[in-house]
Structure formats: structure tokens, C-alpha cells
């Protein structure tokens, strides 16, 4: 085992979206790190395979069937983590849904989907992990957000809005915690994933397609970050990682 391997070793991950793209990674990487994951997305044959492959290359892996919209599947997706380890060391609340389109569009049903799963998705997390931290004295939550809110354009208002959300939750919980639960913002940038497919608007899911053509940076880029944030001393927080392609604007 290298130093890297050394430090995850035992660690116990919660992860949500963990079926694909980013969390699929994440899920990967952590587990050929050391640590043990417990898998929720809304897919059981995606999870079953996923936890499959890691348990195949020697990880270890459960995973629930969870729809981060429903804070008692949240509940028992971390219920599952403590039965089967008796603790959680980092939660990483992965799960997000896009719905581009101008604000005068009145997309109302995309708005409440963003809603519920970018803002209450990972309060619901948060509020599932928070107490077996508090028990344990430790624990790290992971958000993953989006550059999206950090340099507002058209079509993103109300997704970028969700992401500044939880930036702003984010935040206030790291200031809250006191060091005890560490908090760590990741943003990604434009990655290549298949969650552009998720978008209704055809005209923006082609342009993003385009632009995730000529610039898209691997999942696994994310995957690395979060890994460095967890990686780090107990008494070491990292805030917020930015990660996108050089050539981003």
C-alpha cells in the first residue's frame, strides 16, 4: 500500500449519485484508495454493477436504491453505512439535476426538480450524517457544487441559484462546526459526463455537448480532488476546490 492507500484504509463513504458520471468516479477512485462505500443513486442495476466492479478489483461496497428527493431514503441510506460499520467518516453529497432555460421561460417544474434535489437533496444529507458526526465527534461532508454559480450567465440562473445555495450552506456550516465535522465545497467545471442528457431544452443540450467536446475534463479529475480533501490530517479543512479546464472561461 502506498501512503495515499494508507490513509483511507478503513474509512467509511457515503455517496450519492454514485451511479455514474462524477460519483461513479468517485466511488472508484476512494474505493481503490482504501476506503469502504456505501452507494445511493436512483438505479439499482447501475448500483449492483458498480458495487460489483469494485468488489472485483479487491474494494468493498454496499449500496440502497436512494432518491435524494425523499429525506427518509437519505435516512436509511445512512442507516445502512452504520449498520453495516457502526460509523460514517465523510458524506459526499453528489446527486444534481440541470434544467437550463431562460428565467422568462417559467419552467416551474424544472425549477421545483432543481430544488428539491441540488438544495433539499443535500440538506436531507446533511441532516441524515450530522448526528452519528456529532456522536462520533468527527465526520466531513462533501458538496459537490458547479462553477455555474460562480460566474452567473443566461440559461443558469436558477441552477447556478441552487449551487449558490449550498455554497452559502456550505459556508455557514463550516463556521457552525467548530472544526469537529469538517465541509468541503468541490466545483466542477465542465467534466464529460452523461448529465447533459437529463436537460429538456434541446437547443442548450446540443451547445453543451458541443462544448463538452472540445473542452470536457475526465470525472476522474473531480475524483482526485475529493480524494486530496479527504486525504488530508483531521485537524486540516479544505474549503473550496475549484476544478474546471484550462482553457475555461
Request: net charge neutral.
Amino acid at each position: 500500500m502506498t501512503a495515499i492507500e494508507k490513509k483511507l484504509s478503513g474509512k467509511i463513504v457515503v455517496i450519492t449519485g454514485a451511479s455514474s458520471g462524477i460519483g461513479k468516479a468517485i466511488a472508484l477512485k476512494l474505493a481503490e484508495h482504501g476506503a469502504k462505500v456505501v452507494l445511493g443513486a436512483r438505479t439499482q442495476e447501475k448500483l449492483a454493477l458498480l458495487a460489483e466492479q469494485i468488489k472485483k478489483t479487491g474494494g468493498e461496497a454496499e449500496y440502497r436504491v436512494t432518491d435524494v428527493k425523499k429525506k427518509e431514503d437519505l435516512h436509511a441510506l445512512i442507516q445502512r453505512a452504520l449498520s453495516m460499520y457502526d460509523r460514517i467518516d465523510v458524506l459526499i453529497n453528489n446527486a444534481g439535476i440541470s434544467e437550463l432555460s431562460r428565467i422568462d421561460d417559467l419552467d416551474i417544474e424544472g425549477w421545483e426538480e432543481m430544488i428539491d434535489v441540488n438544495i433539499k437533496g443535500v440538506l436531507y444529507g446533511m441532516a441524515a450524517a450530522i448526528p452519528a458526526f456529532k456522536q462520533q465527534k468527527s465526520g466531513h461532508i462533501i458538496n459537490i457544487i458547479s462553477t455555474s454559480g460562480i460566474k452567473i450567465v443566461p440559461m443558469q440562473g436558477v441552477y447556478a441559484g441552487t449551487k449558490n445555495a449550498v455554497r452559502t450552506i456550505s459556508e455557514a456550516f463550516r463556521q457552525e462546526s467548530n472544526g469537529e465535522i469538517r465541509i468541503t465545497g468541490i466545483s466542477p467545471g465542465v467534466v464529460k459526463t452523461d448529465f447533459v442528457n437529463n436537460i429538456k431544452n434541446d437547443s442548450m443540450k446540443f451547445l453543451i455537448k458541443e462544448n463538452m467536446e472540445k473542452m470536457a475534463i475526465s470525472p476522474n479529475a473531480i475524483a482526485n480532488a475529493v480524494l486530496y480533501a479527504i486525504e488530508q490530517p483531521s485537524d486540516v479543512e479544505i474549503g473550496d476546490i475549484v476544478i474546471r479546464p484550462a482553457v475555461q472561461n
